[in-house]
């Protein structure tokens, strides 16, 4: 019997339908939202890991995926993904948000953890490509199940909170949190397989 064996696996740099994403918004901003599309959840997650405060993420996401417009003439290729310059540009905003913030706060027992700018290992570039995946996975269950699933994690509220938000009992909630949580697993175990 021989065994089955899966092609290998593309180095990390842009695909041909990216490239060609890049240059169709580059010749014509409008086509920009394909881009951001295809690259919110990595941007957001990669800040998300590094900043607190929900309200902090969206608006560095926001002001990262503004430079990136901005500054998309004068992108240049030069063998990495796209994401990786998103992530440059990401971790300048988080360091220019430390800063500010530890300006504003003028605390010496308050510290930041702010990130190399340039350099991204693999594993935690593999960690923001699995945090991406699941979001997107998230965004794909029937809707009281992602909502659950929102209120639970990412807003951190109790069981007993979202049977109150739902009008459902708390058992009602438990279960949709299994039947979320079940079906996460097996949807992350095939892709990531």
């Known amino acids: 019997m ?8 593309k180095p990390a740099s842009q695909t041909p339908s990216e490239r060609l994403l890049v240059e169709a918004a580059q010749a014509d901003p ?10 919110f959840e990595r941007v957001y997650f990669f800040i998300a890991s590094r900043v607190r405060g929900r309200s902090t993420v969206e608006d560095l996401t926001s002001e990262v995926f503004h430079k990136a417009l901005a500054n998309l003439p004068t992108y240049e290729r030069r063998g990495t993904p796209f994401a990786a310059w998103l992530y440059r540009i990401a971790s300048n905003a988080i360091a220019d948000h430390c800063k500010r913030a530890n300006r504003e706060q003028q605390a010496d027992d308050d510290t930041f ?3 190399d700018p340039v350099n991204i290992s693999s594993k935690e570039m593999k960690s923001v490509e ?3 995946l699941l979001c997107r996975l998230v965004e794909r269950l029937p809707e009281n199940q992602r909502r659950v699933i929102s209120d ?16 459902k009992s708390e058992g009602a909630v438990k279960q949709l949190q299994f039947r979320a949580l079940q079906t996460l697993r097996e949807q992350m175990g095939d892709r990531l397989a």
């Open 2 to 9: 021989v065994a089955a064996r899966r092609p290998a696996r």
């Open 30 to 39: 409008s086509k920009f939202g394909a881009l951001y599309e295809q690259n």
């Open 113 to 115: 953890d702010t990130p």
């Open 130 to 132: 699995r945090h991406a």
């Open 152 to 167: 639970r994690f990412i807003e951190g509220c109790n069981i007993k909170d979202i049977a109150r938000r739902l009008n």
